[in-house]
């Protein structure tokens, strides 16, 4: 994954220089600059302008930004590849060169007892970056046989990038630098560590030499110096392992180190059944670069998928430059890349859903509502998420787990979230729909009837008396509207046939004299006008969802039929007799036989249409000059 990541890395940090350090967030600490010439009593006075306290991101307040620079710079230079890849085999200095050094505040203070002192730690550490080590280190990089001894490493690379950094290596500038260093020590080590306790901060103490003062004769700029040494101790260290190190053609190529786990005890990747037992290798320039994309990700939001565009040609015409993405997801406790993806869909795109009243529902004022536009892809996600999952479906849902909750969020829900969140994530965030279309509607209508039954929402729960599902209807009429939009091209949709339906029934019941279904759509969706109408004259204090389970359990025409006549029975009595639409419409439904007996697929759809629409045995019709003026249509 890095490796693709690279090469758009590379061109990135071709039009920003910087960018290396611009990412880089130094750790929490005591930040020092020190000068070798001088002793730490001559040193204090300036130890105002000469350092920083480095806090946590959200608290940390800069007052000298060109020393927090020179600070930030240095830090990246020397800083470890990682903990398992110290100069120092006891860890206890952190740093990776002769100029800085790491050291944990309670390590450096004496305030955790250990085995060495902390001039003893010190000493160790400078005697290892002596070039003798450096070079065994960098003779560990070739495969055994290809260098005979030590010698032969400048000569190999001699004709590589890496010869400037190997002659400054057996330098005397560089080692009259190490020595001066280590006197430096040896006589102010005491003297700053006594100082330095009257400071607060927390976690590092980090030391630095500058080269730069006005009494130096040396004339390799201190960046220079930092920088040289960053490469001496990172090239070595670069590969995961250089045992599976290998030469072709006169290069280095290895396993990179970054985010590829091939050691002894985790040894994940490794092939075993392969002549080829790793999963990559690259050259030592791509690995480098590899390393720095991996710094750079690690730089970005965590818990989030960050979209990177990129440019690459798989066309021969080199003005035609395909758009694509990559989506990364940083896992922000492990600190590592959990999911990657190369999709050939641009960055930037922008969902927008015309929400139509399809069902013409009601606000309660009784007004029909209006249609809505939602006009981005926060406000889809936003609200199919409140209107499918109870607001489970939010931020970067792809890595959620939701729990049930009793009344909230039923496990059936959780199931549904878990089984189709990659299709979801897909469309909301790649643009693409083709894992979402053929589960959309299935999916949501059986959200839908989970929610019919097991759900409250806390504004039911303040009017329990009466039976309300404007919820749900709001929830249905989207997904008709979403179901459109994924298949634009494809054959009539369930919304134009729900239209048709209420068309033709507010017709016939309009006209005088008996008429019947004309077809199963009608029958079903007439049968979820009845189911509605009869349970709502329910007398029980709470009135939920619950009530329609008869209707839901049933499986067949006829058992559909056979709930609506127990339904009539038990509530009868609140229906006045010459109510002359609900009589239309309940012999209409008992004389009609649908051709499709199962209540499933598009005549159970067919049949919550007609539940959550707006229910026409409330409407009173309009009066007309014969008619029987004691009438009452009302419930």
Known sequence: MLKDMAESYRLAARKFPNLIFDQHMPKEGLYLRLRVDKSWEEQSEAFEGNHLIIQPKEEQHLENVDLYDWFTRRDYYSSLVAMNKPVDSNKQIHSNN????????????????????????????????????????????????????????????????????????????????????????????????????????????????????????????????????????????????????????????????????????????????????????????????????????????????????????????????????????????????????????????????????????????????????????????????????????????????????????????????????????????????????????????????????????????????????????DAFNLRLCIADYLNKEGSRSMTNRITEVMTSLKQKFSQDGMSVCGNDDEFYFLTGQLAFYLKSQSETQNKTGDLLSPFLAAKRSEQLKKKLEDAYILHKHKIKLNHAKFNKAFSNIFGYKPDGHELTGDAREMFLAGLFADNWFYEKPEKKKNDDKGADYSD
């Open 98 to 473: 002769p100029f800085a050094l790491y050291v944990k505040r309670e390590v450096f203070l004496g305030e955790k007892p250990g085995k060495f002192s902390m001039q003893e730690n010190v000493t160790r550490f400078l005697n290892i970056t002596y070039p003798d080590e450096v070079k065994r280190k960098w003779k560990e990089l070739l495969p055994a046989g290809k260098v005979k001894n030590i010698q032969d490493i400048e000569t190999f690379f001699m004709q590589t990038e890496y010869a400037d950094a190997l002659h400054y290596l057996t330098s005397d500038f560089r080692q009259k630098w190490i020595e001066r260093i280590t006197r430096w020590y040896a006589n102010n080590l005491n003297a700053l560590t006594g100082f330095l306790r009257q400071i607060p901060f927390k976690n590092y103490v980090k030391l630095y030499f500058t080269a730069d003062f006005p009494t130096s004769s040396d004339q390799l700029p201190c960046e220079q110096l930092y920088a040289y040494e960053y490469t001496l101790y990172t090239i070595p260290k670069i590969s995961n392992k250089n045992d599976y190190n290998q030469m072709i053609e006169g290069t280095i190529f290895g396993l990179p180190s970054f985010n590829i786990n091939m050691n002894g005890k985790k040894p994940f990747l490794k092939h075993r059944s392969m002549r080829v037992q790793v999963p990559i290798r690259v050259s030592l320039e791509q690995a480098m670069l590899i390393k720095q994309t991996a710094e750079w990700l690690m730089s970005k939001p965590k818990y989030t998928t960050n979209k990177f565009a990129y440019t690459s040609d798989f066309t021969f015409e080199r003005s035609i430059e395909p758009e694509g993405t990559f989506h990364i997801y940083v896992d922000g406790k492990d600190n590592e890349v959990v999911s990657f993806e190369n999709v050939p869909f641009p960055s930037e795109f922008n969902l927008c859903i015309y929400q139509k009243n399809i069902l013409q529902l009601r606000d309660h004022k009784g007004n029909l509502k209006p249609d809505k536009e939602l006009n981005s892809t926060e406000e889809v996600q936003k609200t199919i998420s409140s209107s499918f999952f109870r607001g489970r479906m939010s931020g970067q849902f792809l890595y959620d787990e939701p729990k049930a909750k009793s009344n909230d969020f039923t496990s059936v829900m959780a199931a549904l979230f878990m089984q189709s969140k990659q299709a979801f994530h897909d469309w909301l965030f790649k643009g693409t729909a083709i894992s979402l279309r053929p589960l959309f509607s299935r999916l949501t209508l059986r959200l839908l009837e989970e929610q019919l039954l097991y759900v409250e929402p806390a504004q039911q729960s303040q009017n329990k008396k009466v039976l309300d599902l404007r919820w749900l209807a």
